[in-house]
């Protein structure tokens, strides 16, 4: 804690020594710092220095890379700061799922990310990385097992992954008893309704 405490005031005493260069020039490169590092303290004295959660950039939004970084205290704070979970088809929760970041996809899922964008994707790439308590979070979430064609079932088979591919066999066997099993037809007329 105390670490992440010195790593936040750098940045922010870096971004006050820097003036007016800070200011009108790189606060989102500083905002993507403190995503990096897990800095959660400074998030909001950034946005207030002008840093914007939702600018694009090559190596990606700030959120982005908190997400497959696993650093949920960050996640949070730049949520609360306005960046838009939603951003390139819920982007930031496939990431968090392929690195098994589950504190932080628990944490998405709860302010709203779409489980479905992108046909599951955020299901598919925690299969094919082996993520299993990732994938038993996505599932009992709702995430569709037959998505894709069964993409995370084919994945996980190429990689090995039994015990990812049980899990979801299981619940498509499950979900197909209660009646609960979303069809591969039935996907568009659910993504109307996300």
Known sequence: MLRRLYSAIGIVSTAAICGVWIVSA?????????????????????IYLG??????????????????????????????????????????????AKYGRTEVVQILLER??????????????ASSAGQIETVRLLLQAGASPHAAADDALRWARIGGHWGIIQLLEDTSR?????????????????????
């Open 174 to 194: 499950k979900r197909a008893r209660d009646g609960q099993l979303r069809q591969p037809a039935d996907r568009k007329e659910n993504q109307k309704n996300l």
């Open 112 to 125: 709203g990310a779409n489980i479905h964008a992108e046909d599951d994707l955020a299901l598919r790439v």
């Open 51 to 96: 840093a914007q959660p939702n600018s694009p950039a090559i190596d990606g939004q700030a959120l982005w890379i908190a997400a497959l970084k696993g650093n949920s205290a960050t996640v949070r704070a730049l949520l609360d700061a306005g960046a838009d979970v939603h951003a390139a088809d819920d982007f930031a929760l496939a990431e968090a």
């Open 26 to 46: 790189a606060p989102d490169y500083w905002l993507k710092v403190a995503a990096r590092t897990n800095a959660a303290l400074a998030v909001e004295p950034l």
